[in-house]
Structure formats: C-alpha cells, structure tokens
Nanobody, 117 residues
Framework: QLQASGGGLVQAGGSLRLSCAAS?????MGWFRQAPGKEREFVAG????????RFSDSVKGRFTVSRDNAKNTVYLQMNSLKPEDTAVYHC???????????????WGQGTEVTVSS
C-alpha cells in the first residue's frame, strides 16, 4: 500500500515536497503525474539503495528524489515549479527503474499539485 501526500497550491517558482509512504520495502519507487486531458507521464524514480535515479527531461535539474528506508518513504522535492507542472502526482512501486507506468505494480492514490502563474 502506498500513500502519497504533500500536494497543494503554489505559485510559479515555488517549491513543494511530496511524500510517499509504503507499507513495506519496495525495490523501485517512481513518481508519475497526469494533467487533465493528458496521458500519465514518468517524472522521477529511484532504487532501494538510492544509487540509481532517473528523471524526465522536463523536470531534470528542478526536481530531486530521495528515500528514507527506515520509514519506507520516498520524497519528491520539486523546486522552481512551473504552471505546466500542474497535475495529480502518483507514486508507484515496481521491480525495475523504468519510465513505463505498466511496469509498476502498486500505485498510491495521488496528490494534486497546482502551480499558479
């Protein structure tokens, strides 16, 4: 079970930190987002050890991802937010660090992020 939180309304240029708490250890955690009328897209992900991370080109340099394995929690730190980052953000767990949502087995309920211009 995954529980995402931390979404909200922020002005462009601002920051938010999303959290995803898992009920058990996960090999890979990924973050995806889906804006109204758009397809779900990969945002970022990392492995259990944190040694491997991956970011979409649209967030590279602005977002970071980290995890606290003692708490089974993954964080998505979002800086320099833009209106185009507005979406519902979902965390997901899977066996490998890919950008394809179909490879992730477990999903959180999503947390909404709105960036105003």
């Amino acid at each position: 079970q995954l529980q995402a939180s931390g979404g909200g309304l922020v002005q462009a240029g601002g920051s938010l930190r999303l959290s995803c708490a898992a009920s058990a250890r996960t090999l890979v955690m990924g973050w995806f987002r889906q804006a109204p009328g758009k397809e779900r897209e990969f945002v970022a992900g990392l492995t259990w050890s944190g040694s491997s991370t991956r970011f979409s080109d649209s967030v590279k340099g602005r977002f970071t991802v980290s995890r606290d394995n003692a708490k089974n929690t993954v964080y998505l730190q979002m800086n320099s937010l833009k209106p185009e980052d507005t979406a519902v953000y979902h965390c997901a767990a899977g066996p490998s660090l890919t950008t394809m949502f179909r490879t992730y087995d477990f999903w959180g309920q999503g947390t909404e992020v709105t960036v105003s211009s």
